[in-house]
């Protein structure tokens, strides 16, 4: 199973619990509330957990989405070689690491990460060899 399909699973069953729970309530617990009323909580309750499970899949789709697209930028730069670069998106931040052969292709790479679309901020964790 994709580890990316876990969690959603895991809160697609809490959710059914909770909706289980709540229809197994009894109508006289003195606060009032009817079933049909604990049932309406319930299910708002998973609506907003799985609207938020699934938010957070999506941004994880969309950081891989981003890294692939900025490692196929460098790999088509002359002069960069991306096996010496290690590209990390998380919530669209780029994470640069690695080596690079000058301050010119340091300063090229940050350019090609930060033009790519999607990305809102680069974070420059390369080294310049020292010759």
């Known amino acids: 199973m994709h580890s990316h399909l876990k969690p959603m699973i895991a809160i697609t ?9 709540a229809g197994c309530g009894q109508q006289g617990t003195g606060t009032g509330a009817t079933v049909g009323q604990k049932m309406d909580r319930a299910a708002d309750k998973v609506a907003d957990t799985t609207a938020n499970a699934s938010s957070k899949v999506a941004m994880a789709a969309d950081d891989t989405a981003i890294t692939a697209k900025v490692k196929a930028a460098l790999i088509a730069e002359p002069g960069l070689k ?3 670069i290690n590209v990390d998106t998380k919530e669209a931040t ?5 080596t690079v052969a000058s301050n010119e292709l340091r300063d090229r790479a940050k350019q090609i990460a930060s033009s790519t679309s999607g990305v809102k901020n680069v974070v420059d964790n390369l080294v310049v060899k020292s010759a």
Do not use: C, K, R
């Open 13 to 21: 069953a809490v959710a059914s619990s909770l909706l289980l729970i």
């Open 82 to 84: 991306s096996t010496d």
């Open 94 to 98: 780029v994470t640069l690491s690695g």
